[in-house]
């Protein structure tokens, strides 16, 4: 068992004597409503322009709805803001039908005068897949989820059948299209807001100040502090339990714990391993915890030399003992990844090859490919907690000094989020500690955003690795829906990554959800952001 340093509990222990240590002692004008303590600030309020967690938590699924989503338990895909749906028998149309009971978001700043309807679906779509359309630019035009996948480009026509009828059709077969649009990115505009914005002259509001179907509505964003939101009262699901809903912006994960503790957050993201025992000794808190569908993993810039040589990669690999990194930076609540899927993925292969720890190949390997010693490179290690590297910059730390054995230098690199984010998709980095949380269940969406061509300038291929014969894999498992022969090109694909070795995968974490014992309905999300919409609070 590890327990917490002094320093660390003496942080949780000062912050009690600031807040008093007693939960009646927290904000009354936040009682009424459910608290979330969140660990940065969202990079905006669309999903459709941003991949990282904390914007989907802060966004998908309070104020947004999907055509379709996962059922958390199963992962099977079901209804949302369509009720049905039908595929022809080719594999290429869709048709959904619509829900008739949605209704938009009305707030101080928009009010809808008709229902959700087969336009807010068009235009939603046509938004992030037509460079022509008068929305695609705002906001930067930067749709990463969708760029990685190369959705726009396998996507004929969306049309609208009737106001309550879509039909969107496909230049080729896709098996993971119905899970992509269930995805948390995938979320519902209104195009009633959007053509009102544009009137106004101001169509970058659309996702600064949000009008969406979800359980939540947008009141006020105050940088570095809180979000707040109150409860949609026409939400189709039924208004929420919680009159308010508030993200209190805690980045410290010491004072994320306190706070909840004294009961001033009802629930925390991203609980620190440090304080799982802490959490699992106290009566009046629950510590979930779930498998993630996740990988951690160290990216090379193969752009750059001498990381453009598969033996100086493969040197690098071999230069670090990732059981030694699971034990000191996961504290044994993650398995080791030998490839990029985890266990809970149907293509997961368990004797997939694997990198050991052999720092005397790791060094013959640097000196085969005339890497002299003494070479220094950087390891860009992100600023932020996440599942699947909960301490990035520790980690990095340790590869420096693996590094070292082999004599190479490591100058470990670091920036505030958003720059750092910025700077990755530019391809400043020789090589990076980071990750993915998939949106989904299907194998593709691991192997298509991390590794593809496609995914270069959308900024999720972070080794900005391209290999036409790896991308003619993952077409190929696309164009089938058996299971086995899907496995098989994915195996295919496994065998390619290890042969080139464009990044070193090395952590399956589990997701952890912190939260008060007094909450109901509280679900670990292994498919995306948080779910806030069905949890009930208890009132005095």
Same mark, same amino acid.
């Given at each position: 068992?590890?327990?917490?340093?002094?320093?660390?509990?003496?942080?949780?222990?000062?912050?009690?004597?600031?807040?008093?240590?007693?939960?009646?002692?927290?904000?009354?004008?936040?009682?009424?409503?459910?608290?979330?303590?969140?660990?940065?600030?969202?990079?905006?309020?669309?999903?459709?322009?941003?991949?990282?967690?904390?914007?989907?938590?802060?966004?998908?699924?309070?104020?947004?709805?999907?055509?379709?989503?996962?059922?958390?338990?199963?992962?099977?895909?079901?209804?949302?803001?369509?009720?049905?749906?039908?595929?022809?028998?080719?594999?290429?149309?869709?048709?959904?039908?619509?829900?008739?009971?949605?209704?938009?978001?009305?707030?101080?700043?928009?009010?809808?005068? $008709?229902?959700?309807?087969?336009?807010?679906?068009?235009?939603?779509?046509?938004?992030?897949?037509?460079?022509?359309?008068?929305?695609?630019?705002?906001?930067?035009?930067?749709?990463?989820?969708?760029?990685?996948?190369?959705?726009?480009?396998?996507?004929?026509?969306?049309?609208?059948?009737?106001?309550?009828?879509?039909?969107?059709?496909?230049?080729?077969?896709?098996?993971?299209?119905?899970?992509?649009?269930?995805?948390?990115?995938?979320?519902?505009?209104?195009?009633?807001?959007?053509?009102?914005?544009?009137?106004?002259?101001?169509?970058?509001?659309?996702?600064?100040?949000?009008?969406?179907?979800?359980?939540?509505?947008?009141?006020?964003?105050?940088?570095?502090?809180?979000?707040?939101?109150?409860?949609?009262?026409?939400?189709?699901?039924?208004?929420?339990?919680?009159?308010?809903?508030?993200?209190?912006?805690?980045?410290?994960?010491?004072?994320?714990?306190?706070?909840?503790?004294?009961?001033?957050?009802?629930?925390?993201?991203?609980?620190?391993?440090?304080?799982?025992?802490?959490?699992?000794?106290?009566?009046?808190?629950?510590?979930?915890?779930?498998?993630?569908?996740?990988?951690?993993?160290?990216?090379?810039?193969?752009?750059?030399?001498?990381?453009?040589?598969?033996?100086?990669?493969?040197?690098?690999?071999?230069?670090?003992?990732?059981?030694?990194?699971?034990?000191?930076?996961?504290?044994?609540?993650?398995?080791?990844?030998?490839?990029?899927?985890?266990?809970?993925?149907?293509?997961?292969?368990?004797?997939?090859?694997?990198?050991?720890?052999?720092?005397?190949?790791?060094?013959?390997?640097?000196?085969?490919?005339?890497?002299?010693?003494?070479?220094?490179?950087?390891?860009?290690?992100?600023?932020?907690?996440?599942?699947?590297?909960?301490?990035?910059?520790?980690?990095?730390?340790?590869?420096?000094?693996?590094?070292?054995?082999?004599?190479?230098?490591?100058?470990?690199?670091?920036?505030?989020?958003?720059?750092?984010?910025?700077?990755?998709?530019?391809?400043?980095?020789?090589?990076?500690?980071?990750?993915?949380?998939?949106?989904?269940?299907?194998?593709?969406?691991?192997?298509?955003?991390?590794?593809?061509?496609?995914?270069?300038?959308?900024?999720?291929?972070?080794?900005?690795?391209?290999?036409?014969?790896?991308?003619?894999?993952?077409?190929?498992?696309?164009?089938?829906?058996?299971?086995?022969? $899907?496995?098989?090109?994915?195996?295919?694909?496994?065998?390619?990554?290890?042969?080139?070795?464009?990044?070193?995968?090395?952590?399956?974490?589990?997701?952890?959800?912190?939260?008060?014992?007094?909450?109901?309905?509280?679900?670990?999300?292994?498919?995306?952001?948080?779910?806030?919409?069905?949890?009930?609070?208890?009132?005095?």
């Amino acid at each position: 068992m590890r327990y917490p340093s002094a320093s660390h509990l003496l942080t949780v222990i000062c912050f009690f004597s600031l807040a008093g240590c007693s939960p009646q002692k927290y904000s009354e004008k936040f009682q009424e409503g459910l608290v979330y303590c969140s660990e940065s600030d969202p990079l905006s309020m669309n999903p459709q322009l941003d991949t990282s967690t904390t914007t989907a938590d802060a966004t998908a699924h309070q104020i947004y709805d999907r055509l379709l989503e996962f059922d958390t338990e199963t992962g099977r895909i079901q209804p949302s803001l369509a009720s049905e749906w039908s595929v022809s028998e080719d594999g290429l149309i869709y048709r959904f039908t619509l829900r008739p009971d949605v209704v938009f978001h009305s707030t101080a700043y928009f009010t809808p005068t $008709r229902p959700f309807n087969a336009s807010d679906v068009v235009f939603s779509f046509n938004r992030w897949r037509l460079t022509e359309h008068p929305f695609h630019r705002v906001s930067g035009g930067y749709y990463p989820y969708f760029e990685s996948l190369g959705l726009a480009s396998n996507i004929a026509d969306i049309r609208q059948i009737s106001s309550n009828e879509v039909e969107i059709a496909l230049f080729e077969r896709d098996s993971s299209f119905l899970a992509n649009i269930a995805s948390d990115f995938s979320v519902i505009l209104s195009a009633e807001y959007a053509d009102y914005l544009m009137s106004m002259g101001t169509p970058e509001e659309l996702d600064e100040f949000p009008i969406g179907t979800g359980p939540y509505q947008y009141q006020s964003y105050k940088k570095d502090h809180y979000i707040r939101y109150n409860a949609n009262p026409s939400y189709w699901r039924g208004q929420p339990d919680s009159n308010t809903l508030i993200f209190d912006i805690t980045p410290k994960s010491s004072l994320r714990l306190a706070k909840l503790m004294t009961g001033e957050c009802d629930a925390i993201a991203f609980p620190a391993r440090v304080d799982h025992e802490i959490i699992r000794e106290r009566d009046d808190l629950v510590l979930a915890e779930k498998a993630g569908l996740n990988i951690g993993f160290w990216a090379f810039n193969t752009e750059r030399p001498p990381f453009d040589n598969p033996d100086v990669r493969k040197a690098l690999a071999y230069a670090i003992d990732k059981n030694t990194l699971l034990e000191a930076v996961y504290f044994d609540s993650a398995t080791r990844a030998r490839s990029l899927l985890p266990a809970a993925s149907w293509a997961y292969q368990a004797d997939a090859d694997d990198t050991g720890y052999n720092p005397v190949l790791a060094r013959k390997l640097l000196d085969n490919a005339g890497v002299p010693p003494g070479f220094t490179m950087n390891v860009w290690a992100i600023p932020v907690e996440r599942a699947y590297n909960p301490n990035a910059k520790k980690m990095a730390e340790l590869i420096q000094n693996y590094l070292a054995e082999i004599e190479v230098n490591v100058n470990i690199v670091s920036y505030d989020w958003t720059t750092f984010r910025r700077l990755l998709r530019e391809g400043n980095h020789d090589s990076v500690l980071i990750g993915w949380s998939a949106d989904n269940g299907d194998p593709d969406n691991f192997y298509r955003p991390l590794l593809s061509c496609d995914a270069i300038p959308s900024g999720t291929n972070r080794a900005r690795w391209c290999e036409p014969a790896y991308d003619e894999i993952l077409d190929k498992a696309l164009q089938t829906e058996d299971i086995e022969v $899907r496995k098989a090109l994915y195996l295919q694909a496994n065998q390619l990554i290890f042969e080139k070795l464009p990044l070193v995968p090395i952590a399956h974490a589990y997701r952890y959800q912190a939260y008060r014992k007094e909450l109901n309905g509280m679900i670990i999300n292994p498919f995306g952001g948080v779910r806030l919409g069905g949890v009930t609070k208890p009132r005095d």
